[in-house]
Structure formats: C-alpha cells, structure tokens
C-alpha cells in the first residue's frame, strides 16, 4: 500500500530553496572540523556520495523578519563534517549561501544535482535558513497552507512570494528517483513558531509567520484544519509524491513547533549554530557501520531535548532503516523500547503486540541489532501488562535496580500465535533449506496441514512460490537452489506475518475511550463526503479508487482530552502510521480533527496482494500519547531488507495476564481499491 499525502514536506519544513551554484565559501563561516582527511579516489563507475547545501541568513533587513546568525555556519560545519564522516569528496559538494540562495539558483542546482547522479549515487539536500507557510495555491492542502523554505529573494519584482513549494521539491525527487533511490534531506528551519527565551539566553526562532508577510489563507468551506505530526519512517509531510518515490528527510522541529539556534562552545570559542544541525554534525562523529537513519534521529532527538525540549526533529521516507550514507539497509530485529519510568521499567508495548505477564526477553542497548549481538546488556521478566505498554523487572544484567535515564532495545523471541505456514513439494534439502530460514522468522511458524495462513510451493522449475489458501499465488518467489532468496523470501513471508498478527491484535481489542471515525472523499468543490463512519450501521469494506482524494476524521467522544493515532495496515505487508496527533496539543472533549488528505494505490507488480483483500486501517483513542512508529514496516514488493517494526513475537504466557490501568479505545476500518 502506498499512501501519497497531499500535503507539502509538512512537518519537516518543507520545500527546497534558491540560489547561484556555488563552491566557494564566504570568508568567516569556518565551522568548527579541522583537518579534514583527503578522501581516496573512487573507481569508475562506483556510486558517489553528492550533496547539496543551502543556506540563508542574509534577508534583506527591511522585511522586518528576525535575523539568523547560524545558518551559513551550519553549512559549513555540515560541509566538514559530510568530507570526514560521510564519505564525500568536496568537489562533489556544491554550496548555496545567502546571494546565491535565489530561487532560480536553487531550482537550477537541484537540476543539475539530479542530471549530474549516476545509477545508485546518494544525493543529499540541507538546507538552513527561514522556513514559512504560505495560502495553498492549488487546493490540495487541507489545513489551507504550504510549508516552504524562504529563499534570499523571498519577493519576486512581480510582488509575489517567491518560496519553493512542494511541486518544485517533488519534480527533483522524481527526477533523482530514475537513477538513484539513495535521496536524503536536512531541514534546519521550521513551518511554526515564535521566538522564545530559555537557559536565560535569547534562542532565534528560524520562521517567518504569514502575517509578517501580509497573507491570508484563502480558506476552504466545509474543511477542518489538520493537526501533522511527522514519524518515522511515514511520508506524512510529502506533498503528493509518485508511489516510485524513495527518499528520506530528517527535519529540526514538528509542523506545530519551532528550529532554534542557540551559542554553542567550539575550540574557537562560543558560536551560534541550529541546535538540530549542530547535534547531527556531534553524531556524526559517533557513528557506528551499522548506524541507520532512525538511529540517528533518535540520538540527535535526545540531544535537541536537553537544549530546547519544545523542539521535537522528525523523520520520514522509507529509508529510515538504511545504513547512513550508504546502500544497504540495517538487519534489524523486532524490538521495544525499554526505560526507566517513574521508578518502574517500562516496555513500549503490551498485550496488542503479544506480551504476556511471564514474557522473557533478552536486552540489548540502544544500538543492538539483534537479541543475540555483542551489545547484549541482560534479560528482562514482564510484571504487568496493557493494550500498548508493559512494567518488568530484570532478572540479570548492569541495571537491576537503578536507571541511568539510557533507552534500551528489549528483543522479541517467539510468540504462540504464530503465522503459520504449509510447505508442499520439494526434496529433503529444498524443504529443509526453507524451514530453516522460516525458522528464524519470529512472527512464523511451519505446520503441517493446509490450513495455514500461506502455502509455499515448489514449482516446476524449482522456484518456492507463495499463495493464499485461496489460491491466490502472491509476487513474491525464490529459487530453492540460491540461499539468498530463500532467506528474503523467509524475510518476505515474516513482514506479511507481521502485518497480519498487528491486524488482527487491534481487530480482538476494546473500546474504552469512544471515539467517533469516519472516511472522508474530497469531492470536486473540496469539500468532504462521508464514505463510512463508525458510528453507523453497517459493516463491510468501503470501495475507493486510486484516484480518489481521501482523509480521515476523529471526534473524541469521551469527557477527557484524548490523543488519536491512525495505523494503515496493506495486504502487501506495508504498515504505517499516517497521522496522530501531537503529544503537546491533545483532542479536547467533542471535538474533532482530520487527517491530512492522501490517496490510496499499490506498488507496481503488487495487484495480487490487493486482489480480494482489504486495506486495513486503526484507529486508537488513548488517555496518554502513543506512537506507533516502530510498528511501521515497508511493503514486500520493494524487497525489504529489514526486520524492522516492533510487532511481535513474545514467549507463550506462564501465567494470568495482569492488565495495567490504561484506557485505549480501537476502531478497525476497511476500504477495498478498486483494480483494473
């Protein structure tokens, strides 16, 4: 399933900016890396590593707007840093600063950034600078605006704005994407915000509010504004990108929050830099091989939040999971987070995600990959469980009884609900051969009666084929010969098992804080149309074309503030969770709140998944935030290299399940895509 909003790079800030390109660096904008090592020289025909850095902090002083002091610093230290740490040369990073960064100049440098790519090149983007919001000019917005990046020339000579929008950014990366899936965007600036002081010093916000620019949305009757939250790894903040799109973005704040820059000490004294870019360019002196973006992004979150904790930095595209600035995705087990909680260690799942009270589970730190690794740390026993969280103790391990404020990565085993899975046909070691790398799958288990959940079978030309019971024969296969594919078709299976066991936890769950959803279809005016509500009788999944403009509304019904998450759940084995509400900004009592619009399509060659199947959609009201984020996993379709997503796999329970006092309350809705 791909889900192609239809709302600018939201929360992420969003847009591309402008300017001449250029390599030569003003003088004065050192940034704190010396010595930066000469890179060896790449073979012909290797990928290369390409990147395009923007930054503007000289607007011109009659616009009234706050002045930046940062952003050319924090490109040049990004510079550095990218030529030490990340693999690049400098002849293959072009500049942007201050009179370069028109409009024209960016536009005309993302072009030849896209033109210059070789198949497989990582192209990355970072821009610095203001970022705004301007009156949506096609429609397609719910909330009425554009998030843009504001470029040195924000006015054109006709008096119109001049800000990049989401077209501009969408055509670079369908252009990008025809040679290279390898696209990366930073984002140090922000779509909301005010300036604000903290730590007794002045912190600069880097946003120029609508009203200091004399606009006004133009307004669309009928439509509720939207509240956007980006996580990781959704496309909540693309604006209607193609389903081929493959990119990922790490951003400096959520849509409903602001970027700051602040003084920081360097070897050459104090300086003013991004708190989001300068705590990327520390992590990245931290990195490790099999450091991931979402790795990253967890680790610069924790540094912005000892700085400014009102400033949040997000992360979304499918590349969350890939290995930073490289090619390869990080293998990486099913896991839940684990931290100290007001003196009780708690897990981030619960009864949904199949742990049970009796539930052992090996512990690693922050960075493990797998239960079984060198980061090992010691094992956790569950106390207590919920629908969505988990108190334990430890039973060995360095932190038995005190918590030092660290995040660890408890791993998920085996769970009794596993999705089964029939083998017919095959020899001794073809059969064995596939058994032992479905084995290793958590979510799967081999049986042996055709009433599993899939059948492999082995075709005639010794390729291991995938169908329902039904008889509907899947996309994907591996030939029983090549180790590798059996081991991705095992990994295949697994994601399409994950999804499932997910779906089918919400579906056996309760409703304890009511909430009303319903499936809206943006007609021609761009006013809703209700397709189902859940508060209506009926059931069945509700038909909707790829080319319908859809979104989902939520009322909280209960008489408490309550917070909304939406999960999407495809039959290609695709999760994600395409909208919930910010942690600082809960739905009040009665009222409601929609969706950013998207559209609903698959992938291409994934038909057959879709082919009497439903596309799944959950709906949670919680008295406390939720993310779901690590839930959220790619379709089969692109070949996933992951284990990604904490949807689990917990030992059979040893005992009665102890349920913890937490309200949660769960809609399950389908749609069915209408196929040619």
Not at 360 to 373: F, H, I, Q
Request: with cysteine.
């Amino acid at each position: 399933m791909f889900i192609r909003t239809l709302t600018l790079l939201t929360v992420l800030h969003t847009c591309l900016l402008a300017g001449e390109p250029g390599r030569d660096e003003p003088s004065g904008t050192e940034g704190p890396i010396a010595g930066v090592p000469a890179q060896p020289a790449r073979a012909l025909g290797e990928p290369v590593n390409r990147a395009l850095l923007i930054a503007v902090q000289d607007y011109d002083a009659k616009l009234g707007w706050t002045p930046l002091d940062g952003p050319v610093r924090d490109a040049a230290a990004m510079r550095d840093a990218l030529v030490e740490r990340g693999g690049f040369r400098p002849e293959h990073i072009t500049t942007l600063f201050d009179q370069q960064a028109t409009r024209a100049g960016v536009l005309a440098a993302l072009d030849a950034l896209a033109d210059e790519a070789r198949p497989d090149d990582l192209l990355l983007v970072f821009f610095a600078g203001h970022g705004s919001r301007l009156p949506d000019d096609d429609g397609d917005e719910l909330d009425e605006w554009d998030e843009t990046l504001v470029p040195v020339d924000p006015v054109a000579p006709d008096g119109s704005c001049n800000d990049i929008r989401d077209d501009d950014l969408q055509a670079f990366i369908e252009r990008a994407n025809k040679k290279t899936d390898n696209v990366v965007f930073l984002f140090d600036c922000c779509s909301s915000g005010t300036n604000v002081r903290g730590a007794g010093q002045q912190r600069t916000s880097r946003f120029v509010s609508p009203a200091q620019r004399g606009l006004e949305s133009r307004g669309f009757a009928g439509v509720r504004s939207v509240e956007r939250l980006r996580t990781a790894p959704i496309p909540d903040a693309s604006d209607y990108f193609p389903p081929q799109t493959s990119y990922v973005a790490l951003s400096a704040c959520r849509s409903t929050q602001s970027a700051y820059e602040t003084r920081v000490e360097t070897p050459d004294g104090p300086t003013t830099h991004g708190i989001f870019t300068w705590s990327v360019i520390q992590e990245l002196f931290a990195l490790t091989p099999e450091t991931s973006y979402g790795d990253l992004l967890e680790r610069v979150r924790r540094r912005v939040a000892a700085n400014e904790p009102g400033q949040t930095p997000v992360i979304e595209g499918r590349l969350s999971r890939r290995v930073l600035f490289g090619g390869r995705s990080v293998v990486q087990e099913p896991y839940l987070e684990l931290r100290r909680t007001g003196g009780q260690w708690e897990l981030s799942g619960g009864a949904l995600v199949g742990v049970a009270v009796g539930t052992e589970l090996p512990v690693g730190d922050e960075r493990a990959a797998t239960d079984s690794d060198a980061r090992r740390v010691g094992r956790v026993v569950v106390d207590a469980v919920g629908p969505l969280r988990s108190l334990v103790h430890w039973t060995d391990g360095p932190h038995k009884t005190e918590g030092t404020g660290e995040v660890y990565r408890a791993f998920l085993t085996s769970r009794a609900d596993a999705f089964g899975v029939c083998i017919v046909g095959g020899d001794l070691a073809q059969r064995s051969a596939l058994i032992s790398s479905l084995s290793r799958e958590r979510a799967v288990r081999v049986v042996q009666d055709d009433a599993a959940d899939l059948l492999a079978s082995l075709g005639d030309d010794d390729t291991w084929i995938i169908s329902r019971p039904d008889g509907a024969v899947l996309p994907i296969s591996a030939r029983a010969s090549h180790g590798g594919d059996v081991e991705q078709l095992a990994r295949d299976v697994s994601a399409l098992a994950r999804a499932h066991l997910l779906s089918r936890s919400f579906e056996q769950a309760g409703a304890d804080v009511p909430a009303t959803w319903q499936l809206l279809r943006v007609v021609d005016d761009g006013s809703p149309e209700t397709l189902w509500s859940s508060n209506l009788a009926g059931a069945g999944d509700t038909p909707v074309s790829s080319a319908d403009i859809v979104a989902v509304r939520v009322t909280n019904g209960s008489d408490k503030p309550a917070w909304a998450t939406l999960l999407a759940i495809a039959p290609d084995g695709e999760v994600m969770q395409v909208w919930r509400t910010p942690e600082d900004e809960p739905l009040p009592p009665g009222r409601s709140r929609d969706t950013a619009r998207f559209r609903l399509t698959t992938s291409p060659g994934a038909e057959a998944f879709y082919r009497g199947q439903p596309q799944r959609f959950v709906g949670l009201m919680t008295q406390r935030p939720v993310d779901l984020g690590a839930f959220e996993q790619p379709p089969v379709t692109n070949g996933p290299k992951t284990r990604g997503g904490s949807l689990g796999a917990a030992h059979k329970p040893k005992g009665p399940s102890v349920l913890l006092d937490e309200a949660v309350g769960v809609t399950c809705f389908g749609t069915r895509l209408d196929l040619p």
